[in-house]
């Protein structure tokens, strides 16, 4: 089974990660951890996205999130390249033009 974690914001990705492993913990095969405003304080974003955690397979497959904060670009180019595949960005402006241009239709 592949299990979607939601979480509206992370900056530590305490509740993120800790829901990741409980997931896995009930038979989820995948975990992708959907964050939409990344804060990602210190190094949550390195732990986030590094296969082994403290030695153990890292619970969070991939992160998807979006760039409402935009220093997720700045933070992401720390990342191993290996670690930058298990990120996916998904830009907003194109999603706010769209809103938009539905609402004043």
Sequence with gaps: ??????DDMSD????????A???KEEGAKQVNAV?????LSGSSL??????????????IDRLITTDSILSIYRKTKTLSAEQRGRVL??????LIKQA????FK
Excluded: C, Y
Aim: hydrophobic share 45%; net charge positive.
């Design 35 to 39: 964050v939409i405003h990344p804060i």
């Design 12 to 19: 530590t990705g305490g509740t993120t990660k800790n829901g």
């Design 100 to 103: 938009l241009a539905f609402t």
């Design 46 to 59: 390195q732990e986030m996205t590094a296969a082994i955690v403290n030695g153990q397979p890292n619970p």
């Design 21 to 23: 492993a409980k997931l």
């Design 1 to 6: 089974r592949i299990a979607i974690m939601p």
């Design 89 to 94: 960005i998904v830009p907003t402006a194109p």
